[in-house]
């Protein structure tokens, strides 16, 4: 369930319509609904009550601020992968022990600022990154806690580029390299291994591989007799952008939470794209229209720049425009909607089934919340859209778009070309 919705051929979010939004704030733009955002997370808090996890969002998938506050004002932890997001995380007033910091290539400075400020755990991915954090933790005097991040070689069943629990993949450690370090847990006299860590991919719409990763880490802990506090089972929830049918957060709990209880571990869950996924839209206009011999296309203002999720996963965003009319389904036509970027993977939708659209008409970019703005770039030149978060019947512009002058910002013509 989400907050947008048609009242009188108009799409709300909450208790307005992007319409009027749109009079004030220029297009294209990012849109989040806070209530969905909140929905989501107790979803998933609720479903979970018998173990009660900690629940860690994935700060990837949208960091806008103000999203984020959102989140950890209601309880949740944050799951970060970069200095740049424990940075914003810190700035959002998370709890320090809500913290959990995953990623392959933590660099020194970002495993010192992340030991300053004293978060819950390290989600290590390597032995090198093990004897980093041993020796800045030792440099500190402080004994810090890291779980090791698993690969558990299984089969997501999701796209290959957000597949991250096969072998293979530059994700985790394989089990007898996990094993091969708890033996070894003196070579770490700075570090707590006191947990295990599995994300086996996203967009996962069966409970099944995670059954799998589940079992397969839980029996190698027993087997090898390794003892630890913390099992985080990572993200990957999938969630509906079209016709899929994901599990729930109440089918999903129901499968995973008899392994889970077994264990006796504390849970640590970091969904992303779950709780922000359909929590937000991206609304674009329609600049120009133009038909060629055999296409129709609907030129917007909104890029792969903004999202660039339909050119790099060849993902499917449902799109629709924001006000209809009573005929509208009667004028329907085949059109490909595209950016105004000079590639020709640039487009937000192909071959979709749209009411007749003029210049000037606004659509809006479904499940647009997670992975959405947290990926855009500044290609082609082009600044950056607006974010707005509604709450009710409020909106509250929560990132200005960029300028010109954001986008030279730092740069410098050197002396020697002047
Ligand atoms: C990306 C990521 C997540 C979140 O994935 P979703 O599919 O958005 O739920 C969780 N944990 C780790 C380690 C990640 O890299």
């Not at 009550?49 to 004002?73: D, E, G, Q």
């Not at 500190?140 to 698993?150: D, E």
């Not at 937000?280 to 609907?298: A, E, Q």
């Not at 509208?328 to 105004?340: A, F, L």
Request: proline fraction near 5%; charge should be positive.
């Amino acid at each position: 369930m989400h907050e947008f919705g048609f009242k009188d051929n108009e799409l709300y979010c909450e208790g307005i319509k992007i319409t009027d939004i749109a009079k004030t704030v220029d297009t294209p733009f990012y849109l989040y609904s806070y209530k969905t955002l909140v929905d989501h997370y107790k979803k998933l808090k609720t479903a979970f009550k018998p173990i009660n996890p900690l629940i860690a969002f994935s700060m990837k998938s949208n960091s806008s601020l103000a999203v984020v506050r959102a989140l950890v004002k209601n309880g949740a932890g944050l799951d970060i992968v970069s200095g740049g997001e424990l940075y914003r995380a810190r700035l959002a007033g998370v709890d320090p022990k809500k913290v959990v910091y995953a990623g392959v290539g933590k660099k020194t400075e970002e495993i010192s600022s992340a030991i300053e400020f004293g978060i819950l755990f390290f989600n290590a991915e390597s032995e090198d990154e093990l004897d980093e954090i041993q020796s800045i933790a030792a440099r500190f005097g402080k004994k810090v806690s890291v779980a090791i991040r698993i690969n558990p070689d299984v089969i997501p069943k999701t796209h290959r580029y957000i597949a991250t629990g096969k072998g293979g993949t530059k994700f985790g450690l394989d089990f007898e390299t996990v094993h091969k370090i708890f033996n070894m847990r003196w070579k770490y006299p700075n570090l707590n291994l006191n947990g295990v860590h599995v994300h086996i991919g996203s967009q996962i719409l069966d409970a099944g591989p995670f059954e799998d990763a589940i079992k397969k880490t839980l029996d190698f802990l027993k087997t090898y007799k390794i003892d630890v506090e913390y099992f985080n089972i990572g993200g990957g929830l999938g969630i509906m952008y079209s016709v899929e049918n994901p599990q729930t957060a109440k089918n999903f709990a129901k499968r995973v939470i008899p392994l889970l209880k077994k264990s006796g571990l504390k849970i640590i869950l970091e969904p992303g794209r779950f709780i922000s996924g359909n929590s937000g839209v991206f609304v674009t206009r329609v600049i120009y229209t133009k038909r060629t011999p055999r296409k129709k296309f609907l030129i917007v203002d909104g890029g792969m720049n903004d999202l660039i999720r339909p050119s790099l996963y060849e993902a499917y965003h449902k799109i629709i425009p924001v006000k209809v009319s009573e005929h509208s389904s009667e004028t329907c036509e085949k059109v490909d909607i595209v950016g105004p970027i000079c590639e020709s993977g640039d487009f937000l939708g192909k071959e979709r089934l749209l009411p007749q659209a003029v210049k000037g008409d606004i659509l809006a970019v479904m499940g647009a919340g997670a992975y959405g703005f947290t990926m855009s770039s500044n290609y082609n030149s082009r600044p950056r859209p607006a974010e707005v978060m509604v709450m009710g019947k409020n909106y509250y512009v929560v990132r200005k778009p960029e300028t010109y002058e954001d986008l030279v910002k730092g740069e410098t013509i050197p002396k020697a070309l002047k």
